[in-house]
């Protein structure tokens, strides 16, 4: 079959949501993921081993990217959650005084309660919604696979 000319070629698309699928088929999401299963970001920007000499993570996010505070955890706290709960905020619109996320300790200290909240599905932070299953996934990739505090 010709194509005409002037008649864009269709291009397959690809999409994210089996990968994201694949992610959470793995166990990222079990209630019991190893703390700091992804190590330091190697040249490649991959995930690399965070063992010994000789290491190779097996556990539910050996395949995870890394996400940490600087590659997503401080953009999406200030898209979702800081309007209310930055501490500048003039109008917290009910979010308790004591849940504050100005920097990326007062997030980790409410590590277990954001997870709770804001990386199920459906999530009830922020209470608005416009969390996409992405960042949700990744929320928890950052919250449940990076070393604690990153």
């Not at 990968?19 to 920007?45: F, H, I, M, N, Q």
């Not at 009830?124 to 960042?135: E, F, I, K, L, V």
Request: hydrophobic share 30%; charged share 25%; aromatic share 6%.
């Amino acid at each position: 079959m010709t194509r005409r000319r002037g008649t864009p070629t269709r291009t397959p698309t690809r999409t994210r949501t089996p990968t994201l699928a694949l992610a959470l088929a793995l166990g990222c999401g079990a209630e019991e993921g190893p703390k700091g299963a992804v190590g330091e970001d190697s040249a490649a920007g991959g995930v690399v081993d965070s063992g010994g000499e000789g290491a190779q993570d097996t556990g539910p996010c050996a395949e995870v990217p890394l996400v940490n505070w600087d590659t997503f955890g401080a953009g999406f706290v200030l898209h979702h959650c800081q309007g209310c709960h930055a501490s500048t905020t003039p109008d917290r619109y009910g979010a308790p005084p004591e849940v504050t996320f100005d920097d990326k300790e007062q997030t980790w200290a409410w590590r277990d309660r954001i997870l709770e909240r804001s990386a199920v599905d459906p999530p009830t932070m922020p209470p608005a919604g416009g969390t996409s299953a992405d960042d949700r996934v990744r929320l928890r990739w950052w919250l449940e696979c990076a070393p604690e505090g990153t």
